[in-house]
């Protein structure tokens, strides 16, 4: 009965060839300054710092998401569903800023 969730959301995941982007952040800054998306693709944030993070997601309008704080080692996975120019941003590190364009 347990499994049946699991089963049913794997079997709506789109045919579309979805990826997963990893992104590191060391040294207060992310490995990319900007990456190309296809929608329904996630970028896999990485914590390596010995300190927490707590990114944003801001859409074009300027409309922030706050994904909450970050441990360090910890991974966040951001699925981006539509189209859009987004930006990554660290509230607590300044200048820590990623662009995504997702196609
Ligand atoms: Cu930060």
């Not at 966040?76 to 364009?101: D, E, H, S, W, Y």
Request: aromatic share 4%; charged share 15%; with cysteine.
């Amino acid at each position: 009965m347990r499994v049946l969730p699991v089963l049913f959301l794997l079997a709506s995941v789109p045919a579309a060839r979805a990826a997963d982007v990893s992104i590191e952040q060391a040294n207060h800054a992310f490995s990319q300054s900007a990456v190309a998306l296809s929608a329904g693709d996630a970028l896999v944030m990485h914590n390596d710092d010995g300190t927490v993070h707590n990114l944003s997601v801001i859409d074009e309008d300027g409309d922030p998401q706050d994904l909450g704080l970050q441990q360090p080692g910890k991974t966040l996975r951001i699925q981006f569903a539509n189209a859009g120019r987004f930006t990554v941003r660290c509230a607590l590190t300044p200048g820590m800023k990623m662009t995504v364009n997702v196609h």
